[in-house]
Each structure stands twice: as C-alpha cells, then as structure tokens.
C-alpha cells in the first residue's frame, strides 16, 4: 500500500508543478526530467512588477524586455532652411529629403521649407538627396554628404539656424 501512495505522489507532483507554472499555449515543452532545464516562464504581470522592481537586470524565467528607442533629441537649438530651384522667383521644390549628421531626416513641404528643432549645440551638417534628373548649385561647401556638398552649422545651445537652403538646378 505504501509503495502505491508513493507511486502515486510522484507521478502526481510534475502534474501538479506543470498546471501551476502553465502559460497556456506555450512553445515551450514542460521540463520533467530534464537536468538544468529553466521550466516555463512567470506570467505577465510577475514579470512587469520584478522588472520595476530590478531595473536592468535578467529576470529568471521571464522573456527579456524589449529594446527601449533611444531618447529624443533634448537640445534647444534648431537647422531650417527651403529647397527651391534656382532660376528668377525661386520656386520652391516640394517633397525633397533632407538629413542631418546622416540620420535624421525630414521631407521638404509645399513651400520647400523644412526644419530640425530640438538640435544641441555643436557641429551638424545637413545634406540634401538629390533626386535623379537635377544637380545641387549651392551651397559648395565640402560636407560628408552623399554628393560631397552641403552645409556645415556650428549652434549653440539655443541658437537657430534659419539659413541652410539648398538651390536646385536641373541637369
């Protein structure tokens, strides 16, 4: 008789573990027998409280956290400036790109105007992409662009910089 109580309480325990620790439909298979193996994982909730309550560090049975974007922009200084063809009036060209230190990017609007706000101080420059069919006139300054020209701006903190057009020329 005892051996039966005994058979039937370690078979009846990895049942019981397996509901307690159960996720629904996890892909991960129940660890019985299994040496080292992690088992399944906290729930949802377990885990959001242990990761408050541990910030950067791994929570064991929990998956990792997603990764966080880096932060906004913080600075107080801003680049502006339009994209016009040059010929008489100026007429400005819409929907052209525009980047800033190679990442940051910004599409002109229906007035050619575009603009980077939130900036710190320092040295940015801004490029444009030229579009297949046109060349850039101006500015001429060396800049690591992908068409080697562009304009080079030193802010400070708080500074904005309304000047950085781009004139346009067809080919």
């Given amino acids: 008789m005892r051996v039966l109580l005994v058979l039937i309480a370690l078979l009846a325990a990895p049942l019981s573990l397996s509901v307690a620790q159960d996720r629904g439909s996890s892909p991960n298979p129940p660890a019985w027998g299994r040496t080292g193996a992690r088992g399944l994982g ?10 408050e309550a541990h910030p950067g560090k791994e929570i064991n049975k929990c998956e ?15 680049i502006s400036g339009k994209v016009y ?6 007429p400005a060209l819409a929907s052209w790109i525009v980047t800033l230190d190679g ?11 575009y603009a980077f706000t939130s900036l710190s101080g320092g040295n940015h420059w801004v490029c444009v992409v030229v ?8 500015p001429t300054t060396p800049a690591p662009c992908a068409n080697g020209i562009g304009n080079t701006v030193t802010l400070a903190e708080g500074q904005a910089w309304p000047f950085a057009h781009f004139a346009m020329m067809p080919q």
């Fill in 103 to 113: 990442a940051a990017s910004a599409v002109t609007d229906e007035l050619g105007r």
């Fill in 64 to 78: 990792p956290p997603p990764p966080t974007e880096p932060p906004a922009p913080t600075g107080t200084a801003g």
């Fill in 42 to 51: 906290h729930n949802e909730a377990h885990c959001t409280a242990r990761a």
């Fill in 131 to 138: 579009q297949e069919g046109w060349f850039q006139q101006q």
């Fill in 85 to 90: 063809h040059n010929i008489d009036g100026r």
